[in-house]
């Protein structure tokens, strides 16, 4: 196993509520709920689970685009949490996210060098023959050339579009990156290949990916782990496959269910309900409103975070595919 590049303990992010005549605050949203988690250096670390779970407020969070609430991020043994706002935007150079909707994260009014300009300029002093060749590089290695540089945005396809916002993200050669749904917005056709450019450029400038989905086909052939999220807290992680082959937790199973297939019909564990409120979450396990498996003890204890098997961990009282 490589180096840890990143070690996350204990995250917690809440955004608070206002309310009454002076906006006091009267509660808050608990987005993420003590979260842990590493990442390996050039590993692929794959963050799943419904919208509104809170993964991408944890990869925001850790890039301190959003401040947590409470806990620690290291990066490259150093806390994140403890850098004032320059210390952290000379960190950001090594740390880079893709945004999920390749229309509305390039501004309109630049051409495509101008936006693969901007980050160079932002963070290191080159000269213009050295700026021209970074940009020729960068683009050309995400398939955008070199007459297609002075068109603006609006010009190009979706595809295109996340080209271009994927090759600003690495045109200041960061370490890690987080993909925040970088391909659901795009048609199933242009996913496969955007997938694929993020796996030879992972190869090739050795970069480190968190991605966040709510697809788990998508993310099934790119990670090494997968973390699977359900309102705020992880309730399993273990290395890809294994995910696949032996889900611990009722909710990756049905996750796992969910996923289209050609095979023939088979029994769904079918997840019904809808994701409770991250304002008032329920006691004990906060899936038990939803779990076919649920027992008293669901509804008042919360599961242990526990490593059932090595490297696959699990917080559930009634864990499947073991012999407990």
């Known amino acids: ?25 009267v509660g ?6 003590d979260v842990s988690l590493t990442i390996h250096e050039k590993e692929t670390f794959s963050l799943v689970g419904e919208s509104g779970c809170g993964k991408s407020t944890t990869g925001r969070t850790i890039l301190r ?11 490259e ?7 004032d706002a320059e210390a952290m935007r000379q960190k950001r150079r090594d740390m880079q996210l893709v945004f999920q909707d390749p229309y509305s994260s390039l501004n309109p009014r630049m ?7 901007e980050p160079l300029i932002t963070h290191f002093k080159l000269s213009q023959d050295a700026l021209n060749e970074r940009v020729l590089w960068i683009s050309g290695a995400v398939g955008i ?28 050669h960061p370490k890690f990156v987080v993909c925040d749904e970088a391909v659901s917005a795009l048609d199933v056709s242009i996913q496969s290949q955007i997938i694929n450019l993020l796996q030879d450029l992972k190869e090739q400038q050795h970069l480190t990916y968190l991605f966040i989905t ?24 273990a290395d890809s496959q294994e995910i696949f082959d032996h889900p611990m937790h009722p909710y990756t199973e049905a996750l796992l269910e969910s996923i289209p297939t050609t095979e023939e019909k088979r029994d769904l564990a079918v997840l019904e309900g809808d994701i409770p409120s991250p304002v008032n979450p329920p006691k004990g396990c906060k899936f038990h409103t939803r779990c ?3 027992t008293e003890i669901c509804t008042h204890v919360v599961p242990d975070w526990e490593e059932v098997t090595p490297n696959h961990f699990v917080a559930c009282h009634h864990k499947l595919h073991t012999n407990e």
């Open 77 to 83: 043994g150093e806390n994140l949490c403890s850098l």
């Open 214 to 237: 709510h697809d788990l086909s998508v993310v099934k052939y790119i990670s090494d782990r997968i973390g699977v999220m359900y309102l705020g807290n992880l309730v399993e992680l």
């Open 65 to 75: 685009l959003i401040e947590p609430t409470e806990g620690e991020i290291h990066f």
């Open 28 to 33: 808050y949203v608990r987005a993420v709920e």
């Open 292 to 294: 076919k498996y649920c």
């Open 1 to 25: 196993m490589s180096e840890i590049l990143l070690d996350v303990k204990h995250l917690k992010t809440y955004f608070p509520i206002k309310g009454g005549v002076i906006r006091k605050t």
């Open 111 to 117: 051409t495509v060098r101008k936006l693969l300009e």
């Open 145 to 172: 050339s070199p007459e297609q540089l002075d068109r603006y945005p609006h010009q190009f396809s979706g595809g295109q579009r996340q080209r271009i916002g994927i090759a600003r993200s690495l045109a200041v």
